[in-house]
């Protein structure tokens, strides 16, 4: 069996799953039907004739190029926060200087 002939559990991490305790598994099984029920019609509406003729390499490949890119949005989500973070800061302070550069000299002058 070489590493291409993998099923789609293997490649997304499904194939875990825990049994359900015993007094449980009428309720879950129910659940799991309707899920699957629901899911049936999402499925082909995500899964497009380019990603229905992939091999298992190019979509892993493309997995991890995706986790690349999410990776790389995230890291330019928190560096523009924590600059946006400290341009606020930046104003804050400049709006203290203009209101203490505002007050009149006699409200200030000690006599």
Known sequence: MSSDDL???????????????????????DNNEEEKQE??????????DETR????????????LLNNDIRVMKSDVQRITHESRGQRDRIKENQEKVK????????????
């Open 7 to 29: 099923e789609g559990d293997d490649i997304w991490g499904d194939s875990g799953a825990a049994p359900a305790p015993a007094g449980e598994e009428t309720k879950a099984d």
């Open 39 to 48: 899911a049936e019609p999402n499925a082909d509406a995500l899964e497009d």
């Open 53 to 64: 003729h992939m091999t298992i390499s190019e979509l892993r490949q493309r997995i991890h």
């Open 100 to 111: 203490v550069n505002k007050q009149l000299p006699y409200l200030v002058a000690n006599v």
